[in-house]
Antibody
Framework: QVQLLQSGAEVKEPGASMKVSCKAS????????VNWVRQAPGQGLEWMGI????????IYAQKFQGRVTMTRDTSTTTVYMELSNLRSEDTAVYYC?????????????WGQGTLVTVSS | SYVLTQPPSVSVAPGQTARITCGGN??????VHWYQQKPGQAPVLVVF???DRPSGIPERFSGSNSGNTATLSISRVVAGDEADYYC?????????????FGGGTKLTVL
């Protein structure tokens, strides 16, 4: 079955960078886009961007442009999301979610989430 | 940027039908997707492309979309349906494409 398995929880200091991984299995990795979505404590869902695992092209939400980088490794069927210059407001659960075969599509299934805490 | 508006909360008695709305400017021209999120869990897609259901989602979940309002309906509500529900669309302009989520609606089963 389709599964997205994310890396474990992290604690980071302000100003540092974080990198979360998302290993895909159960489908052809290069066929489906992968999205990244975050959720601050007690808040709603916030889309960060999307990557095409086939060519590595990306679209980032305007809010995160310049601070976020999404990459992929086709040999390990893993997608990565790196966020730099962290501040306390970046404390959130970060999710990867498979998209469709085209950019404009629904999201699912989702990874289990990775809690990142930014604190000094 | 495009805005989706959901009521913060909806309450319904077991066995009744819950209706959760998602308002947006001419949302009827977009494809709307709905997600269910239970506490401590990742979201789950329950309706896509306005009214289609992924495999494994009960027929009790249905969707509609017209004009400025999309609606997720859950018939014969059970306690296990208590969760947060989010609507989602893509906002596409000439120079940007973005996923937009509604603020979420907490469904309480009385």
């Amino acid at each position: 079955q389709v599964q997205l398995l994310q890396s474990g929880a992290e604690v980071k200091e302000p100003g540092a960078s974080m990198k979360v991984s998302c290993k895909a299995s159960g489908y052809t990795f290069t066929t489906y886009y992968v999205n990244w979505v975050r959720q601050a404590p007690g808040q709603g869902l916030e889309w960060m961007g999307i990557i095409n695992p086939s060519g590595g092209t990306t679209i980032y939400a305007q809010k995160f442009q310049g601070r976020v980088t999404m990459t992929r490794d086709t040999s390990t069927t893993t997608v990565y999301m790196e966020l730099s210059n962290l501040r306390s407001e970046d404390t959130a659960v970060y999710y990867c979610a498979r998209g469709g075969a085209t950019v404009v599509n629904h999201l699912g299934p989702w990874g289990q989430g990775t809690l990142v805490t930014v604190s000094s | 940027s495009y805005v989706l508006t959901q009521p913060p909360s909806v309450s319904v008695a077991p066995g009744q039908t819950a209706r959760i709305t998602c308002g947006g400017n001419n949302i009827g021209s977009k494809s709307v997707h709905w997600y269910q999120q239970k506490p401590g869990q990742a979201p789950v897609l329950v309706v896509f492309d306005d009214y289609d259901r992924p495999s494994g989602i009960p027929e009790r979940f249905s969707g509609s979309n017209s004009g400025n309002t999309a609606t997720l309906s859950i018939s014969r509500v059970v306690a296990g349906d208590e969760a947060d529900y989010y609507c989602q669309v893509w906002d596409i302009s000439s120079d940007q494409r973005d996923v937009v989520f509604g603020g979420g609606t907490k469904l309480t089963v009385l």
